[in-house]
């Protein structure tokens, strides 16, 4: 069966401008969660999805938003890009959560100029 | 303050060495989660754990909930699990989830 899909895989972006990542997870699973992943900071969550309610958030600015839609796709958004927001972005999808294991996608890395 | 500390940060180790990785953790956690990440940043899960102990292949993962202690072991090691090893825990309130910096393992055929 499909992986869990991230497009696009690489990005650079201008400082000030905003951004659109996407993840598809497996098919029938319904929680999505986001990570950021920064030489610097290591991994840190940013928030999970669950049946398109935000269930859980991390300790991110509001300028880091996301949302995921009836067929369980997840979209994260950034506004008013900062150079330090360059990293890798992985998704990850669960049939309900985290006592279930998660199947992480292979990554957005972006880079902001 | 980190609430998952692991140790050794770096490990070398000789293919066919017994290969153990530590994860300590400071908060009451429902599940703690022992990931692979390759260079190129793909992630695996490799166990999800909420006690006991699980063994998939030559790794084998332990995890003491009394003492918020969890060990990774990888018996007869191999280049090929030359990777980055991380643990993370997800908290049982306020479902925060947190990683360990990861331990950068090299295995020398």
């Known amino acids: 069966k499909a992986g869990v899909t991230q497009t696009p895989r690489y990005l650079i972006k201008t400082r000030g401008q905003q951004v659109t990542l996407s993840c598809s997870p497996i098919?029938?699973?319904?929680?999505v969660s986001w990570y950021q992943q920064t030489p610097g900071q290591g991994l840190q969550f940013l928030f999970e999805?669950?049946?398109?309610?935000?269930?859980n958030k991390g300790n991110f600015p509001g300028r880091f938003s996301g949302r995921q839609f009836s067929n369980s796709r997840s979209e994260m958004n950034v506004s008013t890009l900062e150079l330090g927001d360059s990293a890798l972005y992985l998704c990850a999808s669960s049939p309900t959560g985290p006592l279930y294991g998660y199947t992480f996608g292979s990554g957005t890395r972006l880079t902001v100029v | 303050k980190n609430e998952v500390e692991q140790s050794p940060q770096n490990l070398t180790a000789q293919e066919g060495e017994f290969i153990t990785i530590n994860c300590s953790y400071s908060?009451?956690?429902?599940?703690l989660h022992w990931l692979q990440q390759h260079p190129g940043g793909g992630i695996v899960s490799l166990f999800m754990l909420s006690s006991g102990k699980k063994k998939h292949g030559r790794l084998i993962a332990t995890i003491n909930i009394q003492e918020k202690h969890s060990s990774l072991h990888i018996t007869a090691s191999h280049p090929r699990d030359s990777a980055v090893y991380i643990c993370a825990v997800h908290q049982n309130t306020g479902n925060q989830f947190y990683f360990g910096t990861g331990t950068s393992l090299t295995v020398i055929p």
């Open positions: 098919s029938g699973h319904r929680s």
């Open positions: 999805y669950f049946s398109e309610t935000q269930r």
């Open positions: 908060v009451g956690i429902s599940a």
